[in-house]
């Protein structure tokens, strides 16, 4: 998979995971191409199917997040976050992107982080990023919100390019002396081609953990 085509896909189908908005800035700011760092079974070509595909455990820096993700997708770092979003909001929110994973088909699944003030709740931190959205001119259709475990799971569409993308947000709460962090992983894939990967993406969603 070379880099043009992982930059329009990470560019085209991120929204609250990193931002949405960020494929129309990248139409806008000639930033550099992410680098790629494709993970060692991804150059088989063809993706195994669902049932074949093969897991790895991905555990944040601090040890208190962790998730199963496919082996065979390819990883993707974007060296500075200011060349595709806004520095404000990245430093409002101490936005980082610890994984970018993508499958050549399409989907693609991220991991963002952000810290609140204290006080905020999941659907609180989930509306503020909602508003970031709708304020830099990157509305989305919000399907279906609601609470599952010690997460909130948010469904909702996007439309670009003509194309309806069909997004689903993960977001868990970590409360912290300071601020509080919200982890927001996030699933992303063409709404004609989400089934495909419906069951890759409840594995995700299953394998999700936070620690005490």
């Known amino acids: 998979m070379n880099r043009s085509k992982v930059s329009v896909l990470i560019l085209g189908i991120l929204l609250v995971g990193g931002g949405f908005f960020l494929f129309r800035r990248r139409q806008s700011v000639k930033a550099p191409a992410p680098s790629v760092t494709p993970s060692p ?108 475990g010690d997460s909130l799971v948010v469904d909702s569409t996007v439309e670009t390019q003509g194309v309806t993308v069909q997004v689903r947000d993960l977001l868990f709460l970590i409360l912290r002396n300071e601020k509080n962090t919200i982890y927001n992983l996030s699933f992303s894939a063409r709404q004609s081609a989400w089934g495909d990967y419906e069951t890759i993406f409840n594995h995700i969603q299953n394998s999700a953990r936070l620690s005490p």
């Open 41 to 148: 079974t991804s150059a088989r070509g063809e993706s195994e199917t669902p049932s074949e595909t093969p897991y790895e455990t991905f555990t944040t820096a601090d040890g208190r997040f962790s998730f199963e993700y496919p082996t065979t997708w390819t990883r993707t770092e974007i060296q500075n976050l200011e060349t595709v979003l806004p520095k404000e909001f990245i430093d409002k929110y101490e936005l980082t992107m610890p994984l970018i994973l993508s499958d050549p088909r399409g989907a693609q699944t991220t991991l963002s982080t952000y810290r609140f003030e204290k006080g905020l709740d999941l659907d609180a931190g989930m509306d503020a990023l909602a508003a970031e959205l709708v304020e830099m001119g990157q509305p989305y259709n919000e399907v279906d919100r609601q609470t599952v």
